[in-house]
Structure formats: structure tokens, C-alpha cells
């Protein structure tokens, strides 16, 4: 069975910092891209940083770009997403997500399994 578990969301101040993981089981974790993506209430979906763990190769979206960063461990089959300067804005549910390829990308559709998201809330 495939599964993605998110965890270190919570209630933060502007400014400061979080470390989302992403542990993942079922799949072939080194053959795959692991995606972030968010969802504030009442927007649309939004791709915020993905890595291959293939290639080590990774993409970094421009609204968190200089704030956010991720990696990945192979070997714990587990990402993360580190999160600092944070802002309101950034307040949302993150989710974490697998696609099949050597390169990274965050066209979400074609991610093939997620996570259930963990809650992220940044007070000002």
C-alpha cells in the first residue's frame, strides 16, 4: 500500500521557521519525484518545491523561492520542505506527493499519489 504521511505543520509566527516531512512507503522512493503543494482557503492548488530523487535535481517555486528549501533522504525514503521567513501568506494546507520521473516538476496532475496534508498557519 502507498503512502505519503506528512508531518511539522502548526501554528507559527511571521518570521519564523518550520520543517515539514514527508514519509513515504510502498513505492520505489528513489525512482520517483516528491512534490509540495499547498491549498489556502478559497485559492487553487500551488506546486511549491520538488526534487528528484534520482537526479538530486530540484525546482523551487518563485513565490517561496530564497525562503523555502527541500531535500530528500533516500536511505529514510522520507522529504522535507524547510520552511523560514515565513509570512501569512503562507498559511495553507501543504501536501506532499509522488510522481514517476526523473525530473522534477509540479504539473500536479500527473503526480500519482498524495498525502493528507498537514496544516500550516502563520499569525502576524
Known amino acids: 500500500e502507498v503512502q505519503l504521511v506528512e508531518s511539522g505543520g502548526g501554528l507559527v509566527q511571521a518570521g519564523g521557521s518550520l520543517r515539514l516531512s514527508c514519509a513515504a512507503s510502498g513505492f520505489t522512493f528513489d525512482d520517483y519525484v516528491i512534490g509540495w503543494f499547498r491549498q489556502a482557503p478559497g485559492k487553487e492548488r500551488e506546486g511549491v518545491a520538488c526534487?528528484?530523487?534520482?537526479?538530486?535535481?530540484?525546482y523551487i517555486g518563485d513565490s517561496v523561492k530564497g525562503r523555502f528549501t527541500i531535500s530528500s533522504d533516500n536511505a529514510k525514503k522520507t522529504a522535507y520542505l524547510q520552511m523560514s521567513s515565513l509570512k501569512p501568506e503562507d498559511t495553507a494546507v501543504y501536501y506532499c506527493?509522488?510522481?514517476?520521473?526523473?525530473?522534477?516538476?509540479?504539473?500536479?496532475?500527473?503526480?500519482?499519489?498524495w498525502g493528507q496534508g498537514t496544516q500550516v498557519t502563520v499569525s502576524s
Open positions: 526534487i528528484s530523487n534520482s537526479l538530486g535535481k530540484l
Open positions: 506527493a509522488a510522481v514517476f520521473s526523473p525530473l522534477p516538476h509540479l504539473v500536479d496532475t500527473e503526480y500519482d499519489y
